[in-house]
């Protein structure tokens, strides 16, 4: 019997990825995906489990679908991902309204939930975290204009503060193959920015045969028909000269590169378990910026961590007063239960916090001086559409990613469709926004 199925994803891009996978499995089998809760036969809430915050968002979700539920506004509510993947013991306790459960290793499974829940029954799984990567199709959700394309599941890591590897396994790469296929078939639906994730995609293959095979994918990924390819998250202790060689010679691989740093210190990297020190850091990023010209970074940074006293965080701001990198997600340390960092002694959370307030303070400094240096400047600018509230075009160049970055405001007499691309020649800027025209207009 066919049902309406709405969904929720909540949390980063491979999250939306495995939305997207259900979705298709349940639109496969016959089902309805309904865009609003109100009157369909089943809620799918997708969570995410790696910091509090995000446990709290995923609790507020799943109590709203509750009420409706006890409004007779819907019928049955399934919690996959994370959440329930770190808190298999306690969801079924604390979450009594919640009709089925599936882990991160059991997201094929939605199907059989589905009509599991709705013939009256209770269902919960958990299958094996440190399983192939499943390969099948997909709901695209967001714009057709870009697509995320994850590349590898898992993480071996083992950052001392990050709870991934235990929710998500072992590092496991995609077959190269099935990557490409799906890409390709993303280049026909007409993807035009292709956003290439994993937790840590510079590992890309090292579960094959220990040697790095991202730069050889990325050379095949630039030969189909795209025309930015965007790179999400590059570890600094796994780039290699080849690798940075593709990046700066293939025009399709966006000069933006987001390599997640969380902290400068010796001290503290050696004790959160990250590969490299200072020192090694520094190189690479010199390295990065000498060998691609007008590289733009993106990094995150944590405040607080276990080890950070006054004059850690004084070398922390110093360091990126020093580079400069003009993207940066700012977050104060959450002792997440099940890390080792959460055993270690650390400054309170409000401390952590009032350090977060002050790094981001030196972020948008470094943000506005950037900004300022394009004044003048023509940029390529992905077009998103009208945005009638600012009465202006909104955009994006190869300088922000797509709901992590900003946006680029631009005026045009002409009308411009989503989805083109267009030379925006910069004239301003707006609460760290850049504002700008259509360059064809001078």
Request: glycine share 8%.
């Amino acid at each position: 019997m066919p049902y309406n199925i709405h969904f929720i994803s909540l949390g980063c891009a491979k999250n939306v990825v495995n939305c997207e996978q259900m979705m298709a499995l349940c639109r496969d089998a016959g089902h309805t995906l309904r865009e609003t809760p109100e009157g369909a036969d089943a809620a799918v809430v997708n969570t995410c489990g790696f910091l509090s915050s995000a446990n709290e968002e995923a609790i507020e979700n799943i109590l709203r679908m509750s009420a409706l539920k006890t409004a007779g506004q819907l019928k049955k509510i399934i919690v996959t991902g994370c959440m329930p993947q770190r808190y298999q013991a306690e969801i079924r306790r604390e979450l009594p309204e919640v009709d089925g459960i599936l882990g991160t290793g059991s997201y094929k499974q939605i199907v059989e939930a589905v009509e599991a829940v709705m013939g009256g029954g209770i269902y919960e799984r958990y299958d094996d975290i440190h399983a192939p990567v499943d390969e099948f199709g997909r709901v695209l959700t967001t714009p057709e204009r870009y697509a995320y394309l994850r590349i590898a599941e898992g993480c071996d890591n083992w950052c001392a503060f990050c709870i991934i590897p235990k929710l998500r396994g072992r590092y496991r790469s995609r077959p190269m193959a099935g990557v490409l296929a799906e890409a390709k078939d993303l280049a026909a639906r007409g993807v035009r920015e292709l956003i290439v994730v994993a937790q840590d995609i510079t590992r890309y293959g090292t579960d094959w045969d220990g040697q790095h095979h991202l730069a050889e994918l990325l050379e095949e990924l630039c030969k189909l028909d795209f025309h930015w390819i965007r790179l999400h998250y590059l570890y600094p202790d796994q780039m290699d000269s080849r690798l940075i060689d593709v990046i700066a010679r293939e025009p399709k691989i966006l000069k933006y590169l987001d390599i997640p740093l969380q902290h400068c210190n010796d001290g503290i990297l050696r004790h959160m378990n990250r590969r490299g020190d200072k020192a090694y850091i520094e190189d690479l990023l010199d390295t990065l910026r000498e060998r691609i010209p007008g590289l733009v970074l993106r990094t995150s940074i944590i405040t607080g961590l276990p080890g950070e006293g006054e004059a850690e965080f004084e070398e922390l701001c110093q360091f990126l007063w020093d580079q400069r990198m003009p993207r940066a997600g700012v977050f104060p340390y959450s002792p997440e239960e099940g890390t080792p960092a959460a055993q270690m002694e650390r400054v309170d959370t409000e401390e952590a916090e009032r350090r977060a307030e002050l790094v981001v303070d030196i972020q948008s400094r470094i943000m506005d001086e950037w900004n300022e240096s394009l004044l003048g400047e023509t940029l390529e600018v992905l077009c998103e559409g009208f945005d009638g509230q600012s009465m202006s075009y909104v955009g994006r160049s190869y300088a922000e990613s797509p709901d992590i970055d900003g946006k680029i405001y631009f005026s045009s007499e002409r009308e411009i469709k989503a989805g083109s691309f267009v030379p925006v020649r910069i004239t301003g800027a707006m609460d760290g926004e850049l504002t700008g025209e259509l360059a064809e207009e001078e």
